[in-house]
Protein backbone atom coordinates (compact mmCIF):
# COMPACT_ATOMS: atom_id res chain seq x y z
CA UNK A 1 0.00 0.00 0.00
CA UNK A 2 1.29 3.53 -1.15
CA UNK A 3 1.35 5.87 2.34
CA UNK A 4 2.81 8.49 3.73
CA UNK A 5 2.63 8.38 7.15
CA UNK A 6 3.55 11.50 9.55
CA UNK A 7 4.49 11.67 13.42
CA UNK A 8 5.96 14.31 15.89
CA UNK A 9 3.24 16.62 15.84
CA UNK A 10 2.03 17.84 19.69
CA UNK A 11 1.81 20.49 22.23
CA UNK A 12 4.38 22.63 22.47
CA UNK A 13 4.93 25.89 24.10
CA UNK A 14 6.01 29.14 21.83
CA UNK A 15 9.79 29.49 21.48
CA UNK A 16 10.02 25.75 21.88
CA UNK A 17 10.89 22.78 18.84
CA UNK A 18 9.51 19.51 17.52
CA UNK A 19 10.64 17.45 14.93
CA UNK A 20 8.20 15.99 12.57
CA UNK A 21 8.39 12.73 9.99
CA UNK A 22 7.41 11.27 7.66
CA UNK A 23 7.55 7.60 6.99
CA UNK A 24 6.87 6.31 3.29
CA UNK A 25 5.63 2.85 2.56
CA UNK A 26 4.89 0.87 -1.03
CA UNK A 27 7.49 2.97 -2.82
CA UNK A 28 10.88 4.46 -2.53
CA UNK A 29 11.41 8.05 -2.09
CA UNK A 30 14.93 8.42 -3.67
CA UNK A 31 14.03 9.99 -6.65
CA UNK A 32 11.29 11.61 -5.37
CA UNK A 33 11.00 15.37 -4.56
CA UNK A 34 9.10 15.63 -1.48
CA UNK A 35 7.32 18.89 0.36
CA UNK A 36 5.85 19.59 3.75
CA UNK A 37 2.36 21.24 3.80
CA UNK A 38 -0.05 22.77 6.68
CA UNK A 39 -3.14 24.01 6.99
CA UNK A 40 -4.30 25.91 9.37
CA UNK A 41 -7.83 26.39 10.66
CA UNK A 42 -10.01 28.35 8.42
CA UNK A 43 -6.84 28.85 5.72
CA UNK A 44 -6.05 27.22 2.95
CA UNK A 45 -3.37 24.38 2.78
CA UNK A 46 0.13 26.40 2.15
CA UNK A 47 3.93 24.93 1.41
CA UNK A 48 5.99 25.34 4.20
CA UNK A 49 9.38 23.56 3.12
CA UNK A 50 10.92 21.94 -0.20
CA UNK A 51 13.44 19.37 -1.09
CA UNK A 52 14.84 17.66 -3.89
CA UNK A 53 15.14 13.83 -4.29
CA UNK A 54 18.70 13.88 -3.30
CA UNK A 55 18.10 16.07 -0.61
CA UNK A 56 21.30 19.03 -1.85
CA UNK A 57 18.10 21.82 -2.51
CA UNK A 58 15.55 23.39 -0.50
CA UNK A 59 13.16 25.71 0.15
CA UNK A 60 11.23 27.25 2.56
CA UNK A 61 8.01 29.61 3.26
CA UNK A 62 8.84 33.54 4.24
CA UNK A 63 6.59 33.01 6.91
CA UNK A 64 8.77 30.66 8.38
CA UNK A 65 12.20 30.95 6.81
CA UNK A 66 14.85 30.55 9.14
CA UNK A 67 13.01 28.18 11.70
CA UNK A 68 12.91 25.40 9.56
CA UNK A 69 15.07 22.78 8.53
CA UNK A 70 13.97 20.37 6.23
CA UNK A 71 15.97 17.01 5.45
CA UNK A 72 15.59 13.32 4.27
CA UNK A 73 17.48 10.09 4.94
CA UNK A 74 16.61 8.13 1.51
CA UNK A 75 17.93 4.72 3.17
CA UNK A 76 15.04 5.08 6.16
CA UNK A 77 12.32 6.19 3.36
CA UNK A 78 11.60 9.23 5.61
CA UNK A 79 11.46 13.23 5.29
CA UNK A 80 11.71 15.09 8.15
CA UNK A 81 10.84 18.87 9.66
CA UNK A 82 12.70 20.24 12.10
CA UNK A 83 10.83 23.19 14.04
CA UNK A 84 12.27 25.97 15.86
CA UNK A 85 10.65 29.07 18.11
CA UNK A 86 7.60 27.70 17.11
CA UNK A 87 4.83 30.76 17.41
CA UNK A 88 0.97 30.25 17.98
CA UNK A 89 0.57 31.27 14.49
CA UNK A 90 2.42 27.72 13.64
CA UNK A 91 -0.52 26.34 14.79
CA UNK A 92 -1.84 23.57 12.02
CA UNK A 93 -1.75 20.56 10.65
CA UNK A 94 1.29 19.48 8.97
CA UNK A 95 1.37 16.85 5.87
CA UNK A 96 3.98 15.37 3.92
CA UNK A 97 3.66 15.35 0.04
CA UNK A 98 5.44 13.44 -2.82
CA UNK A 99 5.80 14.73 -6.07
CA UNK A 100 5.65 11.01 -7.36
CA UNK A 101 4.04 9.16 -10.49
CA UNK A 102 0.62 10.58 -8.72
CA UNK A 103 0.36 13.42 -5.73
CA UNK A 104 1.03 11.50 -2.90
CA UNK A 105 -0.16 12.83 0.62
CA UNK A 106 -0.04 11.57 4.43
CA UNK A 107 -3.01 12.06 6.69
CA UNK A 108 -1.47 15.31 8.70
CA UNK A 109 -0.67 15.78 12.02
CA UNK A 110 -1.24 18.53 14.33
CA UNK A 111 1.26 20.90 15.62
CA UNK A 112 -0.40 23.20 18.48
CA UNK A 113 1.76 26.22 19.63
CA UNK A 114 0.42 27.54 22.89
CA UNK A 115 1.47 28.21 26.49
Known amino acids: QVQLVESGGGLVQPGGSLRLSCAASGFTVSSIDMSWYRQAPGKERELVAHISSAGDSTSYADSMKGRLIISRDNGKNTLYLQMNNLKPEDTAVYYC????????WGQGTLVTVSS
Open 97 to 104: YARAWKPI
